[in-house]
């Protein structure tokens, strides 16, 4: 507004100069009608004169107030240009509003988070800053139910996370949300992945993991089959058993469940332990999107009663065992695009046809024969706990108790040559006590 003033003053000394012209012409107008009242033809003239300087004075105000309304308007776009970019800059520097390009791959995503806003942690030996993770290489590990997760390294010789980038959540309030993440995180057991921290917007809910650096089981048991692999030995499924069986256990017995136990959320870390991950994240999703995708959704109950309880756990911890001991991809936990197969009935047909050993995994039936009694033992285990009735189901508990009496077997795990190669065991070599058949399921 500082050129307004000058403007404006040009224009009124241009305004004056000519009133006074006018005035001028008024004044030599008035003597010659009185000096010569007698000539008509003077009077018109003085008359066409003063029109002419009354048009002229008119046309000029017009030019002048065209000239000064669109200066004015040119200046007031300057002038609110000049402040709404203030006010963005006032903006940024309150909000410290950030976006953050994540490569994944050959292509990108944006996440957009405040920087002001730091992550909440639930562990302060891990503790580190918003500005940290953004300045973090990114790589993506996946799709899950809910949301993507990225693999992201600190700098400076930082920890490795897991970020899992949340969607399709049910309409919580922020209090809601962190009241559902601390009650999770404050479950604390050697068998489950914690949670290290969060972060909480309007735009994004992110959660933060320790990295599992040896991957999941379901990668363990089909990555590489066919050509040449790490064979994955009985004793190591067998400590999946045990492992995954504790962490429900615990869960139940704190009144949780875990909501969507399948192969994929359970991982290794450096040193092969074992750790189930994404637990009591159930609470948070959609309705709609749990049904379609969770795999507690899918167990018999909910076909018939449209109702999911801790033994619906109990179930897919079952179809988790049967998995362990064929190697192949259960239909309820299949990835997108992989065929599945119905392992519940395919199982119980296998026993009824008594050509039960024919359902273990080869990797492991073919290199350690004096493996298949602790594997009978626990397809057993697997039998009962996918019951289709829940209530005929044993608890954890009872599952923990069972799976711990299975002994690994102290001999090298070698193909031996010298051992039965009868592959018609059947149910008489154990006592299965499912009380249901694969025609009856």
Same mark, same amino acid.
């Given at each position: 507004?500082?050129?307004l003033?000058?403007?404006?003053?040009?224009?009124?000394i241009?305004?004056?100069?000519l009133?006074?012209?006018s005035?001028?012409?008024?004044?030599?107008?008035?003597?010659?009608?009185?000096?010569?009242?007698?000539?008509?033809?003077?009077?018109?003239?003085?008359?066409?004169?003063?029109?002419?300087?009354?048009?002229?004075?008119?046309?000029?105000?017009?030019?002048?107030?065209?000239?000064?309304?669109?200066?004015?308007?040119?200046?007031?776009?300057?002038?609110?240009?000049?402040?709404?970019?203030?006010?963005?800059?006032?903006?940024?520097?309150?909000?410290?509003?950030?976006?953050?390009?994540?490569?994944?791959?050959?292509?990108?995503?944006?996440?957009?988070?405040?920087?002001?806003?730091?992550?909440?942690?639930?562990?302060?030996?891990?503790?580190?800053?918003?500005?940290e993770?953004?300045?973090?290489?990114?790589?993506?590990?996946?799709?899950?139910?809910?949301?993507?997760?990225?693999?992201?390294?600190?700098?400076?010789?930082?920890?490795?996370?897991?970020?899992?980038?949340?969607?399709?959540?049910?309409?919580?309030?922020?209090?809601?949300?962190?009241?559902?993440?601390?009650?999770?995180?404050?479950?604390?057991?050697?068998?489950?992945l914690?949670?290290?921290?969060?972060?909480?917007?309007?735009?994004e809910?992110?959660?933060?993991?320790?990295?599992?650096?040896?991957?999941?089981?379901?990668?363990?048991?089909?990555?590489?089959?066919?050509?040449?692999?790490?064979?994955?030995?009985?004793?190591?499924?067998?400590?999946?058993?045990?492992g995954?069986?504790?962490?429900?256990?615990?869960?139940?017995?704190?009144?949780?469940?875990?909501?969507?136990?399948?192969?994929?959320?359970?991982?290794?870390?450096?040193?092969?332990?074992?750790?189930?991950?994404?637990?009591?994240?159930?609470?948070?999703?959609?309705? +709609?999107?749990?049904?379609?995708?969770?795999?507690?959704?899918?167990?018999?109950?909910y076909?018939?009663?449209?109702?999911?309880?801790?033994?619906?756990?109990?179930?897919?911890?079952?179809?988790?065992?049967?998995?362990?001991?064929?190697?192949?991809?259960?239909?309820?936990?299949? +990835?997108?695009?992989?065929?599945?197969?119905?392992?519940c009935?395919?199982?119980?047909?296998?026993?009824?046809?008594?050509?039960?050993?024919?359902?273990?995994?080869?990797?492991?039936s073919?290199?350690?024969?004096?493996?298949?009694?602790?594997?009978?033992?626990?397809?057993?285990?697997?039998?009962?706990?996918?019951e289709?009735?829940?209530?005929?189901?044993?608890?954890?508990?009872?599952?923990?108790?069972?799976?711990?009496?299975?002994?690994?077997?102290?001999?090298?795990?070698?193909?031996?040559?010298?051992?039965?190669?009868?592959r018609?065991?059947?149910?008489?070599?154990?006592?299965?006590?499912?009380?249901?058949?694969?025609?009856?399921?």
């Open positions: 507004m500082g050129h003033p000058s403007f404006v003053l040009q224009h009124s241009t305004f004056s100069i009133a006074i012209l005035t001028l012409a008024l004044a030599q107008q008035g003597p010659a009608t009185n000096e010569v009242q007698n000539k008509p033809s003077d009077k018109n003239n003085h008359s066409i004169i003063f029109l002419i300087f009354n048009v002229v004075l008119l046309l000029a105000l017009i030019v002048l107030l065209m000239l000064y309304c669109n200066t004015s308007r040119k200046l007031n776009k300057i002038v609110k240009g000049q402040i709404s970019r203030a006010n963005e800059n006032s903006e940024k520097d309150v909000e410290s509003s950030v976006e953050k390009k994540i490569e994944i791959g050959e292509g990108t995503r944006m996440m957009t988070v405040e920087e002001r806003k730091e992550l909440i942690f639930f562990d302060k030996k891990h503790k580190f800053q918003m500005s993770l953004l300045r973090a290489s990114a790589e993506a590990l996946g799709q899950g139910i809910v949301g993507n997760s990225y693999k992201a390294k600190l700098n400076n010789d930082g920890p490795t996370v897991v970020v899992k980038r949340l969607r399709d959540l049910k309409p919580l309030t922020k209090e809601e949300f962190e009241k559902i993440l601390h009650h999770i995180a404050s479950l604390k057991h050697s068998n489950l914690p949670f290290l921290a969060y972060y909480y917007s309007k735009e809910k992110l959660l933060l993991y320790r990295y599992a650096q040896n991957g999941n089981l379901y990668y363990r048991l089909q990555d590489g089959r066919g050509g040449n692999r790490d064979r994955f030995s009985w004793a190591s499924r067998l400590s999946v058993a045990r995954v069986a504790r962490a429900l256990e615990y869960l139940h017995l704190n009144s949780m469940s875990h909501g969507n136990l399948k192969c994929s959320n359970v991982v290794f870390d450096e040193n092969d332990n074992v750790f189930v991950s994404d637990f009591g994240l159930a609470s948070l999703i959609a309705q +709609p999107i749990a049904a379609q995708h969770m795999v507690v959704y899918k167990s018999p109950e076909g018939y009663a449209r109702r999911v309880t801790i033994q619906s756990d109990v179930w897919s911890y079952g179809s988790l065992l049967i998995e362990l001991l064929t190697g192949k991809v259960s239909i309820c936990s299949a +990835p997108s695009g992989t065929n599945g197969v119905d392992l009935n395919w199982v119980h047909r296998a026993v009824r046809e008594e050509w039960t050993a024919e359902i273990f995994d080869k990797e492991i073919d290199h350690n024969k004096t493996a298949l009694p602790g594997m009978l033992r626990l397809l057993q285990i697997a039998m009962r706990c996918i289709r009735f829940p209530e005929k189901r044993p608890d954890m508990r009872e599952v923990v108790q069972e799976v711990e009496k299975i002994q690994a077997p102290l001999v090298s795990e070698k193909v031996d040559d010298d051992a039965s190669g009868d018609s065991l059947t149910d008489d070599s154990i006592s299965f006590s499912s009380g249901m058949t694969g025609d009856e399921r």
